[in-house]
């Protein structure tokens, strides 16, 4: 069974352009989440879908941020348009409904010059 | 506001056991987490115990969890260059289908 995959795996940037980071998450899992580490620092939530529906998007930092889940299967992340603060990895987890265990994918390393 | 703290680094020489320490702030997760993440890689699941539990051993991994003082210990015996790696620990915001609070990280790095 494939794990969560994440496109690109790198993303090097200029500020102020745009860039959209896909996930896709196991086949059949409801769940899909969306984690941000900073250098160095803790791994934040984003936000959190339930198949096409956003659940909780708390952790969304501002307006420049769009996530869609479009038909509930994969998940687009947008940053538009990006500072350089914005700059770290991005994670995307899945899991089935009522499971506990959430699978990470292996992050895409975005880099805003 | 939930909070997870852990120290950033630990060193040690292989064979040694090593003791990751985590502190966390929400009394009422059912689970506490321990996730790693090895160079180029995503974060692996590597173990969790129960908050009912105070022990959970899984070959060469010790869980102890305190929570008293909301304190959460991972301890690698043997250890090896394999384990060099950033450990988080985690907490789970509510039971079942819930974002996680991650720590810091702490870098293992093992040492011939």
């Known amino acids: 069974e494939a794990g969560v995959t994440q496109f690109p795996s790198h993303s090097v940037i200029e500020k102020g352009q745009t860039v959209t980071l896909r996930c896709d998450p196991i086949?059949?899992?409801?769940?899909l989440y969306w984690y941000r580490r900073v250098m160095g620092k803790e791994i934040k939530f984003l936000l959190h879908?339930?198949?096409?529906?956003?659940?909780?998007e708390s952790g969304m930092p501002n307006n420049r941020f769009l996530a869609e889940r479009t038909g509930g299967t994969y998940s687009t992340l947008k940053v538009q348009p990006a500072e350089l603060e914005d700059s770290g990895v991005y994670f995307c987890?899945?899991?089935?409904?009522?499971?506990?265990?959430?699978?990470f994918g292996p992050g895409t390393r975005l880099t805003v010059l | 506001g939930e909070d997870v703290e852990q120290s950033l680094f630990l060193s040690v020489r292989e064979g040694d056991s090593s003791v990751i320490n985590c502190t966390y702030t929400?009394?009422?997760?059912?689970?506490l987490y321990w996730y790693k993440q090895e160079p180029g890689a995503g974060l692996q699941l590597l173990t969790y115990?129960?908050?009912?539990?105070d022990m959970k051993q899984d070959q060469r991994l010790t869980v102890l969890l305190n929570k008293k003082d909301k304190h959460l210990s991972l301890r690698i015996a043997d250890t090896q260059t394999g384990d060099s790696a950033i450990y988080f620990c985690?907490?789970?915001?509510?039971?079942?289908?819930?974002?996680?609070?991650f720590g810091q990280g702490t870098e293992l790095s093992v040492k011939p």
């Open positions: 115990i129960f908050s009912n539990m």
């Open positions: 086949s059949g899992h409801d769940n």
């Open positions: 985690a907490e789970p915001t509510y039971n079942q289908g819930g974002k996680l609070i």
């Open positions: 929400d009394s009422s997760s059912t689970y």
């Open positions: 987890a899945s899991s089935q409904t009522g499971g506990n265990e959430q699978f």
């Open positions: 879908f339930v198949k096409e529906s956003k659940q909780d």
